[in-house]
């Protein structure tokens, strides 16, 4: 069956069907999907009972993949997942539920803010690929918000404004936000601020975005608090409704995202129930600020 895409949302949402991802892709396959990817920036599969290293291999048609290094607060010999797919459950280890107050629960608590993964990177992400395998009873949407389509509705003296400009993102800031201030020197230093343009240009087609992500703390040459202002702003007008899509999960979906083109966040869940969620990250190839190429 030939790969087919059809939109479901407005014009950055697509259903693919006639995939199976327990399976390689033949390069037309994977040719369709990242078209779809570039044309859509998001693409939802369903029925998709994938295994961990399916998941990585069906990942790898699009770039390399990210390690977890430096994502979240978790000692790296207290992953649940050996496979390197970052876990964006709310279990432990042992494949429990974390406690409530357990610290690396409350880090990855800020997955509820809206974000595009990585941006806390020198070079950040490229495409997101999101698999459910236990889904949570109450709660946990995930929503996305089209950033081309956001950009293009500013006016043109907002995108002449911001056009240059250059944010600081960190996790720290993020995760700064819901109260979750204590770091160890060697956190405090994974998680040292890296620049990002506010406004990108996808490499393909050219389309610009903005650029945010609950990450950015600052802009360069601007007060904190000026800078916040405006940050906040520009989530606000770009997180409207016309330009959101809210997926609500099925078992064995697998919903992949560019990074480049949307903002996401999950809604709060029921935490006395699991929800087990694994992300495969596609890194990105080059920095958004040129100096940072250097670094
Ligand atoms: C992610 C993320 C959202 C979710 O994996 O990057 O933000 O629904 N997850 O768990
Ligand atoms: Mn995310």
Known sequence: MPVAIQKLHRHFVGEVSGVDLTRPLTADEAREIEAGMDQYAVLVFHGQDITDEQQQAFACNFGELETTRGNSVTPSGDARIASGLSDVSNLGK???????????????????????????RAIPAKFSLLSA???????GNTEFADMRAAYDALDEETKAEIEDMICEHSLMTSRGSLGFVDYTDEEKETFKPVRQRLVRAHPVHGRKSLYLSSHAGSILGMTVPEARLLLRDLIEHATQPEFVYVHKWSLHDLVMWDNRQTLHRVRRYDQSQPRDMRRATVAGTSPTVAQQAVN
Do not use: A, E
């Open 94 to 120: 042992d494949g429990k539920l974390l406690p409530r107050d357990n610290r690396q629960r409350l880090f990855n608590l800020g997955n509820c803010l809206w974000h595009s993964d990585s941006s806390f």
């Open 133 to 139: 395998r236990v889904l949570n009873p109450k709660g």
